[in-house]
C-alpha cells in the first residue's frame, strides 16, 4: 500500500498545465456560444433576472445543483474525507438535509409570490422601504462573503492545476475567470448564467461518477475493502468514527453543532438559491426543481464518499497535505493517479468551470437585488422603468465583478475558508426566520421583520469578528493579535435563535398592525399559486 | 390567458379575504401545514440526534457492523435515504392531495367567482 501511495508523483502535475487550460478552454467556447444563442431573447426584466421564467423543473434543479456544488464542496468535501475520515462525510449529510427545508418549508411558497428577489416575497405584506432595504443588505452581505471565498479559493487552485505559483501569474488568473464571468452574466442574465450551471452540473457529476465507479473497481466493488485500504495507507482506524477534526475538544463538539445548524437552515435561504425558483414557469415546476437537486445532490455527496476514502486509501494523507493546495489537492490527485494526465485535466477544467458557473450566479442575484430592492424600489421609488431597472443591474453587474476580482486578489492566500460557513450562517440568521414568519405566521409584523433580518445579519458578523477565526489561533486570519472573545468559529447556535426571538419580539411589542387584506392575499396566493407571474412567452 | 406577461392580473380585483375564510382554502392550507411541519420537525430532530451521537457517542457510532462498515456509516447514510424518502413522500402528497385543491381554487378565483365585496358572481369560465 505504501507504494502505491508514493505513486503520485505530485511535480509530474505542472507538466499536464496545457492540457487542463485546453480543456478548460473547450469548456469556455462551448459554453459562450450557448450563452450568446440564449441572449438573444434577452429583452425584460424577467428575461434578464429570471430567464423569461422558462426552463423547466430538471433543467432548473441540475443548475441549483450546478450553483449549489461549488468548488468547496468538490474538492473541500473530497479533502476532508481523505483527511480527517467520517467528519468531512457529516459535512456533506448537512448540506444534503437542508434541502428539505427548501422543499417543504420554501420553494413553492416563494415562486408563488415573489417575482426577482427574496425581498419581494419579505415585503410582500410588511412595508416596502425598510423591509427591502434590509432584505437587499443581507442579501449583498451573503453573496459578497461567498463571492469572496470563491475568488479567493480560486487563487489556491490556480497553483495546485496550473502550476502557477507566483503572485503576479495567479492575479492574472484570477483578472481572467473574473472578466469572463462579467461576459457571461452581462451577455447571458439568468438564461446564459443556468446554461453555464447546468453543463458545468453535468460535467462535474460525470467526472465524479467515472472516478467513483473507477476506485470502486479497485476494490471489487466492496466498499468495506476501499474503507479498509483506507485505514491501511492512513495507518489509523479512527478514519471511520466520527471525531478525529470535531471530537478534539468540548468547543469543537459545540462548534461542529453550531456548523450543522447554520447548514441545515441556511441552504433554504441562499439569495442566490432562492432567485433560480423564479426561473420556472409554476411552483409545481419549482418543486420539482428542488426534486431534481436533491437526487443529484445526494447522488454526487455519495461519490464524495467514495472518491475521498479513495484518495486516502489510493494517495494517502501525507501526499495530499504536502501538495500545492494542501486538502483541496485529494480529488485532483486521485484523477491523477486514476487516469493520468488526461483524467486531471478534465476535472481541473471542471473545478474551473465550478468556480466560474458559482460566481456568475452570486454575481446576477447581487446585481438584481441592488438594480431591483436598491435601486428601482427605493432611490427612484418605483419610477425607474424596466428598461432602466435591467441596465442599472447590468452596470452592477461590472462593478461587482470588479470588486470581486479585487478582493479575489487581495484575498489570495488567506485562510478564508470560514467565509462559506458565515455566509451560511448570515442566511440562516438574517433570511430564514423572517421568510418562515411572513409566510406562516399571519401576526408577523415589520417591526418584527427588521429587528430579526438586521439582528440575525449583525449578530452573525459581530461574532465571527470576535471568533477564533479572525484572531488568537495558529490559523487564524489575524495572528498577531488575539481579541476572540467568542469561543466558536460559527456564530450559528447564538445567531439563528436569536434572530428567530427578535422576530417574534418585536412582532408581539409593535402596536402596529399590519394589513390583513395583504396577509390574506399572500397565504392565498402562496398556497394556490393564483397571480403568480408568468412564463415569458416569445 | 396562458403564458403572457402582460395580461392584465386575473387575481387584481380579487377579495382574497373572502378567499382565505373558505372552507376549501382552511382545508388546503390545514392539508399543506399538517404535512410540511411535521415532516420538518421530524427531519430536523432526526439531523440533529444524529449529529448528538457523532459528537458524543463516538463509541457507539465506531461498532463495527459488517466488515469495516460501522455503526455510524450506516446511520449517516440512512440520512440519504431517509432524505430520499421524504422527498418523495412530499410530492407523492402534494400531487394526490394538495395540487387538486389548489387548482380548483385557482380556477374559481380566475374565473372571478369573488368580487370585491365577496359576492359570488357567475361560474368559472373553465
Given amino acids: ?538 | 390567458m396562458g403564458n403572457d406577461a402582460h395580461t392584465p392580473d386575473a387575481a387584481a380585483s380579487v377579495d382574497f379575504e373572502q378567499v382565505q375564510s373558505t372552507a376549501q382554502f382552511k382545508e388546503l392550507r390545514k392539508r399543506h401545514r399538517s404535512f410540511v411541519f411535521p415532516m420538518a420537525v421530524a427531519f430536523l430532530l432526526w439531523y440533529f440526534a444524529y449529529v448528538l451521537l457523532a459528537d458524543y457517542a463516538v463509541d457507539f457510532m465506531s461498532t463495527k457492523v459488517w466488515g469495516n462498515i460501522n455503526v455510524g456509516l450506516i446511520l449517516g447514510l440512512l440520512q440519504f435515504v431517509s432524505t430520499f424518502a421524504i422527498t418523495g413522500w412530499y410530492v407523492h402528497y402534494s400531487n394526490k392531495r394538495l395540487d387538486p385543491i389548489a387548482k380548483e381554487i385557482r380556477d374559481e378565483i380566475e374565473g372571478h367567482e369573488f368580487d370585491k365585496h365577496g359576492n359570488r358572481v357567475g361560474g368559472a369560465t373553465k
Fill in chain 1, 1 to 538: 500500500m505504501i507504494t502505491i501511495a508514493t505513486a503520485v508523483d505530485v511535480a509530474a502535475l505542472k507538466e499536464t498545465t496545457l492540457l487542463n487550460m485546453g480543456i478548460f478552454g473547450i469548456f469556455v467556447a462551448v459554453t459562450m456560444v450557448i450563452v450568446l444563442r440564449a441572449s438573444r431573447n434577452n429583452k425584460t426584466a424577467a428575461d434578464y433576472y429570471a430567464a423569461g421564467r422558462s426552463f423547466t423543473g430538471s433543467q432548473n434543479g441540475t443548475a441549483i445543483a450546478g450553483d449549489y456544488l461549488s468548488a468547496a464542496s468538490f474538492l473541500g468535501i473530497t479533502g476532508a474525507i481523505a483527511i480527517n475520515g467520517y467528519d468531512g462525510f457529516m459535512y456533506s449529510i448537512g448540506f444534503l438535509v437542508a434541502w428539505l427545508v427548501a422543499l417543504l418549508l420554501v420553494a413553492e411558497l416563494l415562486r408563488n409570490t415573489g417575482k426577482f428577489t427574496m425581498a419581494d416575497v419579505l415585503s410582500f405584506r410588511l412595508k416596502q422601504r425598510p423591509v427591502r432595504i434590509a432584505a437587499a443588505i443581507s442579501t449583498l452581505a451573503v453573496c459578497f462573503f461567498y463571492l469572496l471565498a470563491q475568488m479567493a479559493g480560486a487563487g489556491s487552485l490556480i497553483s495546485l492545476l496550473l502550476g502557477i505559483s507566483d503572485w503576479g501569474g495567479q492575479a492574472l488568473v484570477i483578472i481572467v475567470v473574473g472578466a469572463l464571468m462579467i461576459m457571461y452574466v452581462l451577455i447571458g442574465g439568468m438564461k446564459g448564467t443556468t446554461w453555464v450551471q447546468i453543463i458545468k452540473a453535468i460535467l462535474l457529476i460525470a467526472g465524479a461518477a467515472v472516478m467513483t465507479l473507477w476506485v470502486l473497481a479497485i476494490y471489487g466493488f466492496n466498499l468495506s475493502s476501499l474503507l479498509g485500504a483506507a485505514v491501511e495507507t492512513a495507518n489509523n482506524p479512527a478514519v471511520l468514527n466520527p471525531g478525529l477534526q470535531y471530537g478534539k475538544t468540548e468547543t469543537s463538539k459545540i462548534d461542529f453543532m453550531s456548523l450543522g445548524l447554520a447548514l441545515v437552515l441556511g441552504t433554504a435561504a441562499l439569495p442566490h438559491v432562492l432567485m433560480r425558483f423564479y426561473t420556472v414557469p409554476t411552483a409545481k415546476e419549482a418543486r420539482k426543481s428542488v426534486v431534481w437537486s436533491i437526487w443529484l445532490i445526494g447522488l454526487f455527496y455519495l461519490f464524495t464518499l467514495v472518491l475521498g476514502y479513495g484518495a486516502a486509501a489510493l494517495v494517502g494523507a501525507e501526499t495530499i497535505k504536502n501538495a500545492p493546495g494542501g486538502v483541496n489537492s485529494a480529488a485532483p490527485l486521485l484523477a491523477f493517479y486514476l487516469g493520468g494526465p488526461l483524467l486531471l485535466g478534465f476535472i481541473s477544467a471542471v473545478a474551473f468551470a465550478t468556480i466560474l458557473a458559482v460566481v456568475a450566479g452570486l454575481t446576477i442575484t447581487a446585481a438584481a437585488s441592488f438594480a431591483h430592492d436598491i435601486y428601482a424600489s427605493v432611490i427612484s421609488k418605483g419610477k425607474a422603468d424596466a428598461d432602466t431597472e435591467v441596465k442599472v443591474a447590468r452596470r452592477t453587474v461590472v462593478v461587482i465583478g470588479v470588486l470581486a476580482i479585487l478582493g479575489g486578489i487581495l484575498a489570495n492566500g488567506q485562510n478564508v475558508a470560514f467565509l462559506v460557513a458565515l455566509a451560511f450562517a448570515v442566511a440562516a440568521s438574517a433570511n430564514l426566520p423572517t421568510i418562515v414568519y411572513s409566510l406562516f405566521w399571519r401576526k408577523f409584523t415589520t417591526q418584527g421583520a427588521v429587528w430579526s433580518m438586521y439582528g440575525g445579519l449583525g449578530s452573525a458578523i459581530i461574532l465571527i469578528i470576535f471568533s477564533p477565526v479572525v484572531s488568537g489561533g495558529a490559523t487564524s486570519m489575524i495572528k498577531d493579535a488575539n481579541f476572540a472573545l467568542f469561543p466558536l468559529s460559527n456564530p450559528g447556535i447564538v445567531s439563528i435563535p436569536l434572530a428567530f426571538f427578535l422576530g417574534w419580539l418585536g412582532t408581539t411589542i409593535d402596536k402596529k398592525r399590519e394589513d390583513t387584506a395583504k396577509q390574506a392575499e399572500m397565504e392565498v396566493r402562496s398556497l394556490t399559486g393564483v397571480g403568480a407571474e408568468k412564463a415569458v412567452d416569445h
